[in-house]
């Protein structure tokens, strides 16, 4: 069979993400299309901003922001099925989950309307998408979680799901991008920190003026039977990156 090569993308927190990395991400896509077996997502694929606790009683808490996120999404998730219209998977982040907390606390009412399910508002079978139970075995030593922690610096969360985690681990959240390594006897495990697809430009809950200590990147996974070797691609500010000696840009 041969070495598979698998894609997971970083959090995307869309509408929030960052353009010019979608479109670079989309053409690697159709690029390598005929070579992906799957394209994962590690949660926060939505930011839900209107829905969020912060939110609850200011002008922020509008049903029409709400649609325009569902609406952008719907867009950039066609651009992403037109360039893979393989296996597309995802796990849902804190961000994701908005959406269930806002119905069992401010609109219970409307909790249990199969219209409001995650995958049916979010359009996501119409678009090819499977929102998989965390934790997701991508491949079999290798397990992805969203991840609820935040480490001071990049990496260092990575090495705290090892110590809780069994296998090699990939995750989010932390929107920092970092591989590490550990080894123990003959096992040598690793952990992996994906980055974010999210403009840090956009963050408007961060200080005045202030850029967070994000970086921007997704990884990839080599596949071949038990034994699974991560990449990760960092990306630059112009939205491009590396991947097997190639640049792919906007």
């Given at each position: 069979?041969?070495?598979?090569?698998?894609?997971i993308?970083?959090?995307?927190?869309?509408?929030?993400?960052?353009?010019?990395?979608?479109?670079?991400v989309?053409?690697?896509?159709?690029?390598?299309?005929n070579?992906?077996?799957?394209?994962?997502?590690?949660?926060d694929?939505?930011?839900?901003?209107?829905?969020?606790?912060?939110?609850?009683?200011?002008p922020l808490?509008?049903?029409?922001?709400?649609?325009?996120?569902i609406?952008?999404?719907?867009?950039?998730?066609?651009?992403?099925?037109?360039?893979?219209?393989?296996?597309?998977?995802?796990?849902?982040?804190n961000?994701?989950?908005?959406l269930?907390?806002?119905?069992?606390?401010?609109?219970?009412g409307?909790?249990?309307?199969?219209?409001?399910d995650?995958?049916?508002?979010?359009l996501?079978?119409?678009?090819?998408?499977?929102?998989?139970?965390e934790?997701y075995k991508?491949?079999?030593?290798?397990?992805?979680?969203?991840g609820?922690?935040?480490?001071?610096?990049?990496?260092?969360?990575?090495?705290?799901?090892?110590e809780r985690?069994?296998?090699?681990?990939?995750?989010?959240?932390?929107?920092?991008?970092?591989?590490?390594?550990?080894t123990?006897?003959?096992?040598?495990?690793?952990?992996?920190?994906?980055?974010?697809?999210?403009?840090?430009?956009?963050a408007?809950?961060?200080?005045?003026g202030?850029?967070?200590?994000w970086?921007?990147?997704?990884?990839a996974?080599?596949?071949d039977?038990?034994?699974?070797?991560?990449?990760?691609?960092?990306?630059?500010?112009?939205?491009?990156?590396?991947?097997?000696g190639r640049?792919?840009r906007?």
């Amino acid at each position: 069979m041969g070495t598979e090569l698998k894609v997971i993308l970083s959090d995307l927190q869309l509408p929030y993400h960052h353009v010019k990395a979608i479109d670079a991400v989309c053409g690697f896509l159709a690029d390598q299309s005929n070579r992906i077996v799957e394209v994962h997502q590690v949660g926060d694929f939505f930011d839900f901003c209107a829905i969020s606790s912060f939110s609850a009683g200011t002008p922020l808490e509008d049903g029409k922001d709400l649609q325009r996120e569902i609406d952008v999404a719907e867009q950039v998730m066609l651009k992403i099925g037109k360039a893979y219209p393989g296996l597309k998977t995802r796990i849902k982040g804190n961000h994701d989950d908005r959406l269930n907390r806002y119905l069992a606390t401010r609109a219970r009412g409307l909790a249990g309307l199969r219209s409001l399910d995650y995958d049916t508002l979010t359009l996501a079978r119409e678009y090819g998408w499977e929102t998989k139970p965390e934790p997701y075995k991508v491949a079999p030593t290798t397990q992805v979680v969203h991840g609820l922690a935040v480490r001071a610096r990049a990496g260092y969360t990575a090495h705290a799901h090892m110590e809780r985690l069994a296998g090699n681990i990939v995750h989010g959240h932390t929107h920092r991008a970092a591989i590490v390594y550990r080894t123990v006897g003959s096992n040598t495990r690793w952990a992996m920190e994906v980055g974010s697809l999210m403009d840090r430009r956009k963050a408007f809950y961060l200080p005045a003026g202030g850029l967070a200590d994000w970086q921007m990147a997704i990884g990839a996974l080599y596949i071949d039977g038990n034994d699974t070797w991560p990449v990760l691609m960092e990306i630059k500010s112009d939205g491009s990156f590396v991947f097997e000696g190639r640049r792919y840009r906007p």
